[in-house]
């Protein structure tokens, strides 16, 4: 039998201020891809994160889609 899909989204942009997490502008905003698990999109995220880390205010974040499409799934990632 095939493993779970727990698809993840990996976004990422600029914040208006590093106290909250509202996007500079919608526009921009880097949406990087959809993954199949955790695993998968953590390795996206840092690696955008590391392009970005000169730039205080960008950030890039990971959406655990699966718990959204499916919030009783229980798993803790």
Known sequence: MAEKQ??????????????????????????VGVYPNYQAAHGAWQSKAQQTVDNAHMRYFIVHLHRLLDPETNTTQ
Do not use: N, P
């Open 6 to 31: 727990l698809l993840h989204l990996v976004i990422g942009g600029e914040l208006a201020d590093l106290d909250g997490v509202t996007f500079r502008d919608l526009d921009k905003v880097d949406v």
